[in-house]
């Protein structure tokens, strides 16, 4: 499995949306679970979402829950995230993340694979 690619962050404006990806090439994981952390400047890194790579599980974090959407494309290379109705406190640098088992989703060092970050940057 090769190291994790992220794209598709910006500049918007509040109430403005998003969808950043992550491919995963060289997937060979049968049971594979996805994540998405965030990091805003002098904060800790915050679990945002995940999602399981072989199944329709999602599960989000209540600050983003029912603004964010995960999914993937057809040949599950690649996670996207929705970002809809952003708001000011959304701004941080985004990863992407891999670990083999739908199981301690918001523990950080769980996930094994990192992509480089994202950054979504939501202006008033």
């Known amino acids: 499995q090769g190291q994790l690619v992220e794209s598709g962050g910006g500049l918007v404006q509040a109430g403005g949306f998003l969808r950043p990806s992550c491919a995963v090439p060289g997937c060979t994981l049968s049971i594979f679970a996805m994540g998405w952390f965030r990091q805003a400047p002098e904060k800790d890194g915050e679990f945002v979402a995940a999602i399981s790579w072989s199944a329709d599980r999602s599960y989000y974090a209540d600050s983003v829950k029912g603004r964010f959407t995960n999914s993937r494309d057809n040949a599950k290379n690649t996670l996207y995230i929705q970002m809809n109705s952003l708001k000011t406190e959304d701004t941080a640098l985004y990863y992407c993340?891999?670990?083999?088992?739908?199981?301690?989703?918001?523990?950080?060092?769980?996930?094994?694979?990192w992509g480089q970050g994202t950054q979504v940057t939501v202006s008033s």
């Open positions: 993340a891999a670990k083999p088992r739908w199981i301690e989703l918001l523990n950080q060092n769980q996930y094994s694979y």
